[in-house]
């Protein structure tokens, strides 16, 4: 049950992870300078939205994965082009790391803790979550 929870959370943060989609300001360094995550971060980022976010959120974003059947909420839709432009870079990021209840939504969205001293794949998250967009 903890590793759906897992997976809901990074299926949500990572539904909310995709890069700048409508204008969405990008993640941020220490210095302040945008995070552009690399080749390792990207590949990290796909493994674990298939091994903890898609069994809720689905392969496609789109919240119908295996694990969101009994879900009440159900899980995000990540496809949807409204909720998207409804958020911002850093409110996908910090579900991903902290999950539902950090943004005043569902606790069923679980954190990741273990994502906080990762931001090069937190923000490869968020991108891929953006990319989800209108698909």
């Avoid at 210095?31 to 689905?58: D, L, S, V, W």
């Avoid at 839709?77 to 991903?96: G, N, P």
């Amino acid at each position: 049950m903890r590793a759906i929870y897992g997976m809901v959370a990074v299926l949500a943060v990572i539904g909310f992870a995709a890069a700048g989609c409508g204008g969405k300001a990008p993640s941020k360094g220490t210095g302040g300078a945008p995070i552009t995550p690399g080749p390792q971060a990207i590949a990290e980022a796909k493994e674990i939205y298939t091994t903890r976010c898609f069994t809720c959120h689905g392969m496609q974003g789109k919240g119908d994965g295996p694990g969101s059947a009994g879900l009440t909420p159900q899980p995000r839709d990540l496809t949807l082009e409204s909720w998207q432009a409804s958020v911002t870079d850093e409110h996908i990021e910090k579900i991903i790391k902290f999950g539902g209840s950090a943004v005043g939504k569902s606790p069923m969205m679980p954190p990741n803790p273990d994502l906080v001293a990762k931001p090069e794949v937190v923000a490869a998250l968020r991108v891929q979550v953006r990319e989800f967009a209108g698909k």
